[in-house]
């Protein structure tokens, strides 16, 4: 399968500070990246869907000046969490996709708000 | 409604045994139809995609799929300790970009 990453791995951060969370494709270009956050003993829930050079779409219930997506080019998409707080402590998971192939997942970034 | 629907469980199954998953879904249309593994803490990892009714076999998995009845399933073979985890079933009515995930069913196979 592919191979996406995900950088960083874990995080902790103090309330009111912004963190950044990268997501690449490895070795092929996606159209399409999405973002998912997931809570503990809980689903996956998709927060926002982003395309190459275009404005992310996102969910109801997602905050689009909180969770700032920029999806720069084909093999990268970044998160960034503004003005943490702790109740955004979660598991925030990537994806990818290339045309109409199947999503394959980051190894998600583990975020701890202080 | 939701969309796609899991038992939450957890699933108990002896070591060796067949573990049933089950999942059914809402939207009649729809085209593509996946199983994903999650462990505990780590992020979810494709085991099997199906896009036709029938069976598809890959090693110990079999998925199942019967779009008038609106349902897939995922059987495992010979169950072992290293398959205890959440599955995760996920449905596509377009062009996987669409994709809806159930809520995960945890299993739990013991030695």
């Known amino acids: 399968g592919a191979v996406v990453s995900q950088h960083p791995s874990w995080v902790i951060c103090k309330s009111g500070t912004s963190v950044k969370i990268e997501c690449r494709s490895l070795d092929f270009q996606a159209t399409t990246m999405f973002w998912y956050r997931q809570f503990p003993k809980q689903s996956l829930m998709l927060m926002a869907t982003?395309?190459?050079?275009?404005?992310?779409?996102?969910e109801q219930g997602v905050e689009k000046d909180k969770f700032l997506i920029n999806h720069a080019s084909l093999t990268l998409s970044t998160l960034t969490v503004t003005s943490a707080h702790p109740e955004d402590s979660s598991f925030y998971i990537c994806s990818s996709i290339s045309g109409q192939e199947t999503q394959y997942f980051g190894p998600g970034t583990r975020l701890l708000v202080l | 409604q939701k969309e796609v629907e899991q038992n939450s469980g957890p699933l108990s199954v002896p070591e060796g045994a067949i573990a049933s998953l089950n999942c059914t879904y809402s939207?009649?249309?729809?085209?593509?139809f996946f199983w994903y593994r999650q462990y505990s803490g780590k992020s979810p990892e494709l085991i099997m995609s199906?896009?036709?009714?029938g069976d598809k076999e890959d090693g110990r998995f079999t998925a199942q799929l019967n779009k008038a009845s609106q349902y897939v399933s995922l059987l495992i073979r010979d169950s072992q300790p290293s398959d205890s985890a959440t599955y995760l079933c996920a449905v596509s009515l377009y062009n996987n970009n669409d994709m809806r995930f159930g809520a995960g069913t945890r299993l739990t196979v013991k030695p």
């Open positions: 939207d009649r249309g729809s085209q593509s």
């Open positions: 199906i896009y036709s009714n």
């Open positions: 982003s395309n190459e050079g275009s404005k992310a779409t996102y």
